[in-house]
């Protein structure tokens, strides 16, 4: 267990919905990545937040959007789902910036029918 | 932008042989390459990470090797064993900036 989680596990839903996925980090990271995997596609980086904020952004499409809460926790949402967002979504958190290990969750496996 | 060339995307070796997995990166700033190990249906692991300022680490028979003027950085796993069986990914960053991640490599250890 590496300490970060994620819920749900499985979510199905159908094109053109919105869903919410969310992380809860490692006690004391202050940093969250999310990270989508598709079948052929390894791991994208979509974005990273750090103690709040915004820190970074990757190849994340505008009908996705994350935030980090307060309390570290993020949430990450999918709108106007298309067949090709089904993938694995990771999210990962580390204690400081990057240059240290990144822990990941289990990942929410999103399949939009 | 950022880039990470990982090769091969397949590898299969014998149980007992050395495996070699090759990545390169395409901005000269990153300084921290971290390599992960991913099983079939479970979330990515960090196995071993070389910083800009050293060249190789080792880690029982896991190594990896880094060469910044050439900007590629190498897993090599030797004794091969079932168990290696999985997909590895190498990743590049800087500073505290985004990770990027290679398109992985599945490594097949036959018996």
């Known amino acids: 267990d590496s300490g970060v989680t994620q819920t749900p596990k499985h979510l199905i839903t159908a094109t053109g919905q919105r869903v919410t996925l969310r992380c809860s980090p490692r006690?004391?990271?202050?940093?969250v990545y999310w990270y989508q995997q598709s079948l052929d596609q390894g791991l994208q980086f979509l974005i990273q937040y750090y103690n709040g904020e915004e820190r970074a952004k990757g190849n994340i499409l505008e009908r996705f959007s994350a935030q980090q809460f307060p309390d570290l926790h993020s949430e990450l949402n999918l709108s106007s789902l298309e067949l090709g967002d089904s993938a694995l979504y990771f999210c990962a958190s580390s204690v400081l910036g990057l240059n240290t290990e990144a822990f990941f969750g289990q990942g929410t496996r999103l399949t939009v029918v | 932008g950022e880039n990470v060339e990982q090769h091969p995307s397949t590898l299969s070796v014998q149980e007992g042989d050395s495996a070699v997995i090759k990545c390169t990166y395409s901005d000269s700033a990153s300084n921290y390459f971290p390599w992960y190990k991913q099983e079939l249906g479970k979330r990515p692991q960090l196995i071993i990470d070389?910083?800009?300022?050293?060249g190789e680490k080792k880690d029982q028979r896991i190594a990896v090797t880094l060469n910044k003027t050439a900007k590629h950085f190498s897993l090599h796993i030797t004794e091969t064993q079932p168990e290696d069986s999985a997909v590895y990914f190498c990743a590049a960053s800087i500073r505290d900036d985004k990770i990027i991640f290679g398109k992985g490599t599945r490594l097949h250890i036959l018996p």
């Open positions: 070389i910083r800009s300022n050293v």
């Open positions: 006690s004391g990271d202050l940093s």
